[in-house]
């Protein structure tokens, strides 16, 4: 963040050659810099470059208040952050404006009196473009006195007549004038709530309680809300609908690399997860979208991979600190740890209740299997199929140390298979050695090449793969 322009008031704002541009007029403008230098202006954002974004630029370049149509998890409320980017990051205002009015334009009926009364002496304050956008999850509660306002008692009882401007303590959105309101989940709101955002909306004006206040709101308005809420638990109201300019889709990653890039910017990490511990949590997490046995409508959110990923690096944690371990690394056990945890985060269809369990270990053994395919395909595992089929058994689980799972694997003499797995998955010590034999190991038993057998341990679980 730089600093605050040192102008003082409206004399030397002037003299500095500044000049007022409408909110849309800034946004439009800053987007095109961006756009023609070649930077990304929604950075932290997967998977929307050819369907998403290129709607909300337009969207934004033709003055469009907009509204996010997506499931759970979708990156909807990031992307409306993002906008704040596209701001200048420092606006002028009047001192002391409740509504944050440009030094050139006051609107208020105070701020009206005190550029009248002191000219060029009018005192200038900065605002930063982070305090141009508020943000509000809509309620059944919430009430037009939130986003509108209401008349203040206090002000009243100060003396003031009830007909007078000044009694009105402002909402949300005429407290962001010149910025972005952005709400969340808009069909939760009551439709009564909805009819008063009319007149923000097209006419740019407020009413309140018989008052018709004409300030000239400069606000872009952007919301979010679920298709699913869209048009069952609450709807957005026609009026409304209309007045957005823009209505946009989101969706899921469609592509595995921006699942995993998700994951990888979101999830806080405790230990060392491997990429293909990641992928094969983003691959689960596709499968269930995929799934007839899953609530589609419901949607699987970003946040299920995140939440995986991050009980994932836990249980790695855990182990090794129980065991003694330098390093915690994750393996393919830990990530059955996830499965136990998070199924609650997953609707399924009717007519599947007793089979979840079933349904989230069938869908983890195809990610798994796939993940085994697209790093160890080539690789010839017929030395270590031998060696278990002559009675050679090898011992993980989440509480068995890397060096203790290495120690165990069979003897392959000069065969170099086990540096073959570890080079394609990129292992070069004990833990992440350990984590890529392990998936390895894994995928013959998927591939029905060897036998496992799991059983619940005290503080774990244990595998014996033979």
């Known amino acids: ?90 606006s002028p205002v009047i001192s002391g404006s409740e509504i944050g009015e440009h030094p050139y334009d006051p609107v208020s009926v105070q701020s009206k009196q005190a550029a009248a009364t002191y000219g060029d002496d009018l005192r200038v304050s900065w605002r930063h473009r982070d305090e141009r956008y508020a943000e509000k999850l809509a309620t059944p509660d919430t009430s037009v006195a939130d986003l509108i306002g209401d008349v203040d008692p206090m002000k009243v009882a100060e003396g003031r007549s009830l007909g007078d401007p000044e009694t009105i303590h402002f909402g949300l959105i005429p407290r962001s004038h010149r910025g972005i309101v952005a709400i969340n989940e808009l069909p939760d709101l009551a439709e009564r709530i909805q009819v008063a955002m009319l007149n923000v909306m097209e006419e740019r004006d407020i009413q309140i309680r018989g008052y018709v206040l004409r300030l000239p709101l400069d606000v872009l308005v952007v919301a979010s809300a679920n298709p699913e809420d869209y048009t069952n638990r609450g709807r957005i109201i026609t009026p409304l609908k ?37 992928e094969t949590l983003a691959r689960f997490t596709r499968n269930l979208r ?51 945890v998070l199924g609650g985060k997953i609707e399924f269809e009717t007519g599947e209740e007793g089979r979840e369990r079933e349904v989230l270990t069938h ?39 890397a060096r203790d799972f290495l120690a165990g694997l069979p003897v392959l003499g000069e065969s170099e298979l086990y540096d073959q797995v570890c080079d394609a998955l990129g292992a070069t010590d004990d833990g992440t050695r350990a984590a890529a034999i392990e998936l390895a190991l894994e995928g013959l038993y998927l591939a029905r090449k060897i036998g496992k057998d799991s059983q619940v341990v005290p503080g774990g679980n244990e595998t014996v793969y033979g």
Do not use: C
Not at 10 to 18: D, I, P, Q, T, W
Not at 243 to 270: C, K, M, N, S, W
């Open 290 to 340: 995929e799934s007839s046995s899953v609530d589609q409508r419901s949607g699987v959110s970003a946040r299920f991979a995140i939440a995986g990923a991050e009980t994932i690096a836990a249980a790695a944690l855990h182990r090794a600190t129980r065991q003694g371990e330098e390093r915690a690394v994750a393996r393919t056990v830990d990530v059955e740890t996830a499965v136990d």
């Open 1 to 90: 963040m730089t600093d605050a322009p040192t102008v003082s008031t409206v004399g030397e704002l002037r003299a500095s050659g500044h000049r007022q541009k409408s909110l849309r007029e800034e946004l439009r403008d800053n987007l095109l810099v961006r756009l023609a230098a070649g930077d990304d202006p929604w950075p932290g954002l997967h998977g929307f470059d050819d369907t998403v974004i290129p709607q909300v630029e337009r969207a934004l370049i033709a003055g469009h208040d907009i509204v996010l149509l997506g499931e759970r998890g979708q990156g909807k409320t990031r992307l409306l952050r993002s906008l704040v980017g596209l701001l200048d990051e420092w």
């Open 363 to 401: 869908l983890l053994r195809t990610a798994t299997a796939a993940t085994v395919r697209h790093h160890l395909r080539g690789i010839d595992m017929a030395l270590l199929v031998e060696a278990m089929e002559d009675g050679r058994m090898v011992t993980t689980g989440s509480q068995v140390a």
């Open 242 to 278: 209309d007045r957005f300019g823009a209505e946009i889709r989101t969706h899921y990653p469609t592509e595995l690399a921006d699942e995993v890039a998700v994951i990888r910017q979101e999830a806080d990490l405790v230990a060392d997860v491997p990429d293909h511990v990641v």
